[in-house]
């Protein structure tokens, strides 16, 4: 049986630049879309190998605002994972 790749869907960052009307300002959008596509580069990066996981990014929660940055799925492990970009130093 051969091993199949490990696949990325959706994109990073996508509910942020579509409509964020619970930033504060223009800038907090802009650093958590930088946030979540630097997660996403490094979980891309590792999961589209020959046998890697599979990772999905920016998933809906359905009948909520609120979503799921990035999910990793490797065999019967599940992995959500939620984005931050912090100062130097915290």
């Given at each position: 049986m051969m091993a199949n790749m490990?696949?990325?869907y959706g994109t990073p960052g996508g509910s942020l630049t579509s409509s964020a009307t619970w930033a504060?300002?223009?800038d907090v959008v802009s650093q958590g879309d930088k946030g979540e596509r630097s997660s996403a580069k490094i979980l891309d990066r590792e999961c589209i190998t020959l046998g890697g996981a599979s990772v999905f990014h920016d998933v809906n929660i359905p009948g909520c605002q609120a979503n799921?940055?990035?999910?990793v799925v490797a065999g019967r492990k599940i992995w959500?994972?939620?984005s931050k970009r912090w100062n130097p130093g915290l």
């Open positions: 490990g696949r990325s504060k300002n223009a799921i940055d990035h999910v959500l994972i939620d």
